[in-house]
């Protein structure tokens, strides 16, 4: 339900197989057009049919993006619902949107929305709280509003099927209004840092370091959101963590090298992430030993003014300026020997890097002067 609105199951990467009804396409929290489903609270719906995945028989988890509009109207609707298993039914009741928490008929919990904005709610079930009940815990923008054990006796999906809209399947109008996106269901319960995370700007995909001749180079890839800058932080203890470099953002894919290099044995590495609102999020923790030196990449004369000669790399490849903000300046192919016109380059420190046909990396620094 996300980006194109369409409904995907994440493990397979193939359609969940559900029909949309009277759903048009919204602008998201970030205000990226036709990215968010909108629903008029008469005759939009989703019915997933039945699924036996969603239907809770261990630990579960469900996230969403909701901003309720409200119709001026009491009425009830839901956002996720399987026959009187689980329930997450939307409520107008006079001018306070609101979650009711429901497992087999009986309501465990009541959390309060606003109405005209996006919030991020996230429901997590965790069995075994005892022998015969499980917890339910809910979340609103990450943190924590209610807490419940409910039977898991409950559970009922005879006959039922799974929907997003309506308050039952019996009743397919007059239903939940406003704006939904991406809309997860986990097969398992979310940790309160996991659900944090899924309410802050950026999603990880990657972060990775290594040492490439004296200097760590780092790469990050994430589905960006909201995101004005990264903080670089480093660490020699893996505890007690510095910014060492500020990176704006703008892109999907970073490289930024550290030029202190390692002076121990190891060092660690982080990013936080800071949205346009003051938001802060942090990667995971990543750890660079000093015992994986490459080749070594010379660059004569050093500093250079005018031109400057490469040598070491062993065949063809690709050899790279970059700034210290990570940016590409200039690429040129390298053969065995090679001079590089660096004159229109401003004063300062830049990175040669070299790129063999084996995708093989040394970095060397370089002043221009």
Not at 204 to 218: A, T
Not at 325 to 335: H, N, T
């Amino acid at each position: 339900m996300d980006g194109n609105c369409e409904l995907t199951d994440e493990i397979t990467q193939s359609p969940a197989g559900g029909v949309l009804v009277d759903i048009s396409a919204t602008s998201d929290r970030d205000n990226t057009a036709n990215a968010a489903l909108a629903f008029n609270a008469n005759t939009s719906y989703i019915t997933l049919g039945v699924v036996e995945k969603l239907k809770q028989l261990s630990d579960q988890s469900i996230s969403f993006w909701v901003k309720p509009v409200l119709s001026g109207t009491n009425r009830t609707g839901s956002i996720f619902s399987y026959g009187t298993g689980i329930v997450i039914q939307y409520q107008e009741q006079g001018s306070a949107p609101r979650l009711n928490i429901i497992f087999g008929g009986t309501t465990y919990m009541q959390v309060n929305l606003q109405q005209n904005t996006w919030q991020q709610v996230a429901v997590t079930f965790q069995k075994n709280f005892s022998s015969t009940k499980s917890k339910a815990i809910t979340y609103v923008n990450g943190v924590q509003v209610g807490e419940a054990e409910r039977n898991k006796s409950d559970l009922n999906f005879d006959n039922a099927i799974a929907l997003i809209g309506p308050a039952d399947q019996n009743t397919l109008t007059n239903g939940f209004r406003g704006s939904l996106d991406d809309l997860r269901i986990f097969n398992r319960a979310l940790t309160s840092a996991e659900v944090s995370n899924l309410a802050l700007p950026v999603e990880w995909l990657s972060f990775n370091g290594r040492l490439v001749n004296k200097f760590v180079e780092l790469t990050w890839k994430i589905l960006e959101e909201n995101v004005a800058y990264f903080n670089l932080q480093k660490s020699t203890d893996g505890v007690n963590f510095k910014n060492i470099n500020k990176i704006e953002a703008g892109k999907n894919n970073y490289l930024i090298y550290d030029l202190t290099g390692i002076v121990s044995r190891f060092a660690w590495y982080r990013l936080q992430a800071v949205d346009n609102d003051g938001k802060t999020e942090f990667s995971e923790i990543i750890k660079v030993s000093a015992g994986a030196n490459g080749s070594v990449l010379e660059i004569f004369p050093n500093p250079g003014s005018k031109y400057i000669n490469i040598a070491g790399p062993q065949g063809n490849g690709t050899l790279f300026i970059i700034n210290t903000a990570g940016m590409i300046i200039k690429k040129k192919l390298f053969s065995a020997a090679n001079t590089v016109d660096v004159s229109g380059l401003p004063k300062g420190m830049y990175y040669i890097m070299f790129i063999d046909a084996n995708n093989q990396k040394m970095v060397s620094k370089f002043i221009k002067k």
